[in-house]
């Protein structure tokens, strides 16, 4: 059963930083595709960042300078760490696994709220 945990998301003040995690089991992790998406109240569900196999890394233009996606094969953990956050960046931010261009897990979500 695969399971993708996320943490670390909670409530910071505009400028703040938060780093979230996503634990993985029950899966291949090195093979995976990792990446962060999110989902604003009242919107789509939005790419955020990934990172593949091999470590080379994407990013939303919204994001580029500000977050960092890392993964550690070791611990199974996929992380995002998020500087100068803004209030547009409040959203529930999900954990996804995926090969060949396709999603193929997700995990629960952890909700980031930024005040102004």
């Known amino acids: 059963q695969v399971q993708l945990v996320e943490s670390g998301g909670g409530l910071v003040q505009a400028g703040g930083s938060l780093r979230l995690s996503c634990a993985a089991s029950g899966l291949t992790f090195g093979s995976y595709t990792m990446g962060w998406y999110r989902q604003a109240p009242g919107k789509e569900r939005e790419f955020v960042a990934a990172?593949?196999?091999?470590?080379?890394?994407d990013y939303a233009d919204s994001v580029k300078g500000r977050f960092t996606i890392s993964r550690d094969n070791a611990k199974r953990t996929v992380y995002l760490q998020m500087n100068s956050l803004k209030p547009e960046d409040t959203a529930v931010y999900y954990c996804?696994?995926?090969?060949?261009?396709?999603?193929?897990?997700w995990g629960q979500g952890t909700l980031v709220t930024v005040s102004s």
């Open positions: 996804a696994a995926g090969v060949r261009g396709s999603i193929r897990y």
């Open positions: 990172i593949s196999s091999g470590g080379s890394t």
